[in-house]
Nanobody, 121 residues
């Protein structure tokens, strides 16, 4: 079992930045790939970014490419999502997820509880 706890969400103006964190516990964090997803009201959960166990492979949704950066610190059991140039359409609950292999779909085994990101225009 892996427990994931996200933090760092909040309210920010368009063009601003936020950094989300995802702290993992329960198993060796470096054994798991990590993904970030988001879900806006009335919409399906969608892929944002993913990073492999070592950090050597990284994937982004087209909508965030060039603005968001995913990273991880295996020594600290923490993953990050740096979000720059935020837009109102980035408003959503953001979730981190973990699995043995890196994916760009929602079929991750473990999920955090989510953190709200609201971008005002």
């Amino acid at each position: 079992q892996v427990q994931l706890v996200e933090s760092g969400g909040g309210l920010v103006q368009a063009g601003g930045s936020l950094r989300l964190s995802c702290v993992a516990s329960g198993r060796t964090f470096s054994s798991y790939a990590m993904g970030w997803f988001r879900q806006a009201p009335g919409k399906e959960r969608e892929f944002v970014a993913a990073i492999s166990r070592s950090g050597g492979n990284i994937y982004y949704a087209d909508s965030v490419k060039g603005r968001f950066t995913i990273s991880r610190d295996n020594a600290e059991n923490t993953g990050y999502l740096q979000m720059n140039s935020l837009k109102p359409q980035d408003t959503a609950v953001y979730y981190c997820a973990a699995d043995r292999i890196v994916r760009t779909n929602i079929a991750y085994d473990y999920w955090g509880q989510g953190t709200q990101v609201t971008v005002s225009s």
